[in-house]
């Protein structure tokens, strides 16, 4: 998934797509081909990032901006609940 001046963008890996035996991430997300487009985060990756005091405590911490959910997303979901991991772009 990435983030451009129109919204969001989230597509399926090839390789989790092409495996059969891999269930789509959210029933909201089908496994499909094409690329998903919305000019807000998704609801299945915005459910993700934490809440509440949790959500306090890491935006103090890494002086995140609370509206910025997709850069919150990228710094604290990278392990969390779930069969879901959440990294950026390794170069």
């Known amino acids: 998934m990435y983030e451009n001046e129109d919204g969001y963008i989230f ?8 495996n059969e035996t891999y269930p789509p991430i959210s029933f909201t997300l089908p496994k499909q081909k094409e690329a998903y487009q919305s000019k807000t985060l998704f609801p299945f990756f915005d459910g993700l990032i934490p809440e509440g005091c949790l959500l306090n405590l890491t935006q103090n911490i890494w002086k995140l901006n609370r509206k910025d959910r997709f850069g919150i997303l990228l710094t604290v979901c990278e392990d969390c609940i779930g069969a879901v991991s959440v990294v950026g772009e390794r170069k």
């Open 11 to 18: 597509q399926y890996d090839a390789r989790y797509l092409n």
